[in-house]
């Protein structure tokens, strides 16, 4: 059977080394309007004889509006690069004629007091068609050139009835900005006479490659929290349509086949119910007919999971949905040689409409199981014993609000508190806080969002196995299992505003406990105010009271001027509040000119980027301090690192990664000098066995043991020992440097890794360190948990005149994870005073 499936590969791929006919990829049961042009006709070349841009594509789409009565276009977002992102409606004009009115029915599944009534027998059955969140998975953009003409081309019956059945939505490239970087590469890297040497620059992307969008994100690890402006106007649409079926083209290693869903059973989560896998295998038969038509392999139930709720085939089976993902073998260019043969573009291409034209078959055959389906889904209620979740009333409002737009963009229903509440000991003030009650039609989302899950089927895990919302957001949440009294509904979700409370030309204060509050610190400082940092507490006078200062509270020199107009200005853009003192003198704790207020300064930093370096680990960084908090961050690869004068730097940081390229001697050299270097993860590993760091990294454990096994258990028992994506808690010092700004005395910790820091012995230089007792939610393995317990999470040191702060783990984890941001930020803004001696790092 392999040898079989072989030769159907090579044979399929070797006629379309060259350029291919229409007819390659199109269906030939049908006829086509002349008047509307093909791909070729319009771009002046074949779908896969070059890779489209974004700006080819669009133009494509708009003509295809412009000349069909079965298109609409709409723009539902730009990207960080200003490039448009579209949605295309597609179905029969007496559809379109009444588009809002089918919205508005098909909306109805979910309420189960009004769905009862619909006759879905009578209602079409609403599809997502999503192309290439990956921008170097170009074949799914691509055929979408060729499905979106059969669309708007195709003549007879059978299309005639499937657009009078169905409401097609098609996202036809939901990167623009990393297709656009992936088609430029290799354009401009193709010979007229194909190349398929895998040697070949075609198929070697510069760092960080097209996958990635602007800012190196995975945008298919986003379709939950929603960071970045492509996945929020994206499901913006997804919740105003709520598509039956939604389907996620991609492409695998170019060794492999064409894989489609369902998964690894023992790998779905718990949450999605079986009726959702068995819709699914039931869809799967019509892409097996369709694959065995054109004579491709393809395989299913392997490799892939359903598990995180973060990934756009996964997020569709908690709303009701079936998500289905295509993973399309790669040619990474226009002709590649594999294990497998020749792969050519375009049979990667025909490969993807195949599946794109059997998902519309499955749609319009199922159409009223996939409709009930929805419809029952949100007719379930919960059983859960938890009956709503209560949170807020931390010092921080900024991320309480920001978890509010998160539960709110997922079209969950959140209320203030009717009352105050005391849950499990946690008081909750009805001012501050909120309450998401399981009775709605997203419970399934929200168990999914707030759960402590930490036993699993099975120990693989394709992404994370955890990603609880509380924890992600450091804010104090509490399970209510009796009555909670709601208050009114959140329907605007108004920032929280800062304020300035008096006027001084002395000194103000603002506490650091504001996720804003580096961008107000920043700011100030770039317009040349003088700033301290108090490293113990106090109480002040402010307006003829006395007020409490925490550690890390930040004081403005004034010196004579009243800057009330700017901090009236920062307190309503961040939300941080300002106290104004007309004297230096404190009732308690330190003075104003205590040397115990340690002067700030202004960082200047410096992110080694390049190839070697973890382009998700870095680009979290560049997006925190460029999108958030405003600072200007150069990066630059190893290469030049290693020839530039780094003095002008105030701090070096290291992400995840590799860098077995960068002198030692130079970053040993820029530390000794004065300079802080941040290194995180692999960056922290690397400064150890270079020796820069006194530091010890714990050798990690393997599963392997003495015992024989079978072959075929390998992939198991290694896997197992993966620590994908887990909670972990962690002891916190607030008196550090690292830790101003939280004030409790454990902090929720994200782990992605297998690196496990030794104790120091020093009792100073390990502001977090994991609890005795530490797994919260996810996956680990006992071996890893044993090294985990009581391990140092971060540590900082003196090294000449400058600091090391080395972190085992990533603290801007996929731009979602607030909850420990401030920890990267402290070590920009404090890291110079941290055992600065007498005066602090006072120049």
């Known amino acids: 059977m392999k040898k079989t499936l072989l030769l159907l590969f090579i044979i399929a791929n070797v006629y379309t080394y060259g350029q291919v006919a229409d007819r390659y990829y199109l269906p030939q049961d049908v006829t086509y309007d002349p008047k509307i042009p093909t791909p070729k006709q319009f771009l002046g070349y074949q779908v896969g004889e070059q890779h489209v841009t974004p700006y080819e594509q669009y133009a494509y789409m708009r003509e295809l509006t412009r000349l069909s009565d079965r298109f609409k276009v709409e723009v539902y977002g730009k990207t960080f690069e200003n490039r448009e992102l579209l949605l295309l409606t597609v179905t029969s004009p007496k559809n379109h004629a009444q588009i809002e009115q089918i919205k508005a029915e098909h909306q109805k599944l979910v309420n189960p007091s009004q769905s009862g009534g619909l006759d879905v027998k009578k209602m079409p059955v609403v ?43 098609i996202d036809p490239c939901i990167n623009a900005d990393g297709g656009n970087r992936f088609a430029t590469w290799v354009d401009i890297n193709r010979s007229t006479t194909l190349v398929s040497d895998i040697n070949s620059r075609e198929f070697s992307e510069t760092w960080p490659g097209g996958r990635t969008n602007h800012y190196w994100f995975d945008l298919n690890r986003d379709w939950l929290y929603q960071q970045m402006p492509e996945s929020k106007g994206r499901l913006v649409k997804f919740y105003e349509w709520r598509p039956n079926i939604l389907t996620d083209h991609h492409e695998m290693g170019s060794a492999s ?50 598990f995180y709720y973060g990934k756009g085939s996964t997020l569709p089976d908690v709303n009701g949905s079936i998500g289905i993902l295509f993973e399309q073998a790669s040619s990474r260019g226009h002709l590649q040689e594999t294990a497998n043969g020749l792969l050519s ?7 993807q409409v195949s599946a794109t034209m059997s998902t519309l078959k499955a749609a319009r055959a199922m159409r009223v199981e996939l409709l009930e389906h929805m419809r029952n889904f949100y007719k379930e209620n919960s059983t859960d014993a938890v009956k709503t979740y209560v949170f807020g009333g931390s010092k921080d409002a900024v991320k309480t609000w920001e978890m509010v737009n998160m539960l709110k963009r997922n079209q969950i229903d959140v209320y203030k508190l009717g009352k105050d509440e005391t849950i499990d000991g946690q008081s909750f003030d009805k001012n501050t806080s909120y309450a998401v009650p399981m009775n709605q039609p997203q419970h399934r989302l929200i168990k999914s969002m707030f759960e402590k899950r930490t036993k699993f089927e099975d120990s693989l895990f394709y992404d994370i196995s955890a990603w609880s919302l509380q924890y992600c957001m450091n804010t104090p949440t509490a399970e209510a299992k009796g009555n909670v009294s709601l208050g009114e509904k959140v329907s605007v979700n108004e920032f929280p505003k800062g304020k300035v409370v008096g006027n001084s030309t002395y000194a103000y204060f603002f506490e650091w406990n504001s996720y804003y509050a580096p961008r107000t610190a920043y700011e100030l400082l770039k317009k040349g105010y003088t700033l301290k940092v108090a490293v113990e507490p106090l109480t002040a006078i402010v307006v003829g009271k006395e007020q409490k200062f925490d550690y890390g509270t930040i004081q403005i020199v004034c010196n004579g001027n009243d800057p009330s107009e700017l901090l009236k200005t920062l307190a309503e853009r961040d939300g941080v509040d300002f106290y104004a003192t007309a004297t230096g003198l404190t009732p308690n704790g330190i003075d104003l000119g205590s040397e115990k207020f340690r002067r700030l300064k202004q960082p200047k930093v410096l992110m080694i980027a390049g190839p070697g370096v973890n382009a998700n680990d870095a680009g979290e960084i560049w997006h925190l301090l460029d999108q958030r908090i405003n600072i200007p961050l150069t990066f630059s690869d190893i290469e030049t690192v290693n020839r530039v004068n780094l003095d002008k730097y105030t701090h070096i940081v290291m992400a995840g990664g590799g860098y077995n390229n960068l002198s030692d001697e130079k970053i040993k050299r820029f530390v000794q000098g004065g300079g802080v270097l941040v290194a995180m993860t692999e960056g922290a590993e690397w400064a150890a066995n270079k020796k820069i760091a006194s530091i010890s990294v714990k050798t990690r454990p393997n599963n392997d043991g003495n015992e024989k096994r079978p072959y075929v258990l390998q992939e198991k028992f290694s896997g197992a020992m993966e620590t994908a994506g887990t909670i972990f808690e962690a002891k916190i010092d607030p008196t550090h440097p690292i830790c101003f700004g939280y004030t409790q005395d454990k902090l929720a910790l994200f782990k992605d890794n297998n690196i496990f820091f030794e104790d120091t012995k020093n009792p100073y230089n390990t502001p977090l360190i994991f609890t005795n007792n530490p797994l919260i939610a996810g996956y680990v393995h006992p071996k890893n948990e044993a090294l985990i317990k009581n391990s140092p999470a971060v540590i900082t040191q003196n090294l000449g005149a400058g600091k090391l702060i080395l972190m085992s783990e990533n603290p801007n984890f996929r731009a979602f994870w607030y909850g420990t941001n401030k920890l990267f930020l402290n070590s920009l803004f404090f890291g110079h005073i941290i055992g600065g001696g007498r005066f602090g790092g006072e120049e």
Do not use: C
């Open 127 to 169: 599809v997502w068609m999503g192309y290439s969140v990956h921008g170097n998975e170009a074949s799914g953009t691509n055929s979408n050139l060729m499905s979106a003409y059969y669309l708007a081309a195709a003549q007879g019956a059978g299309i005639d009835s499937l657009l009078n059945e169905a409401i097609i939505l």
């Open 257 to 306: 086949s064409f894989f489609f869903q369902p998964g690894i059973p023992a790998r779905t989560h718990p949450l999605t119910p079986k009726s959702n896998i068995e819709l699914t295998a039931k869809i799967g038969k019509f892409h097996a007919a369709g694959l065995d038509k054109i004579n491709s392999a393809y395989y299913t139930q392997e490799n892939y999971d359903d």
């Open 345 to 351: 573009f375009p049979f990667t291409i025909r490969n």
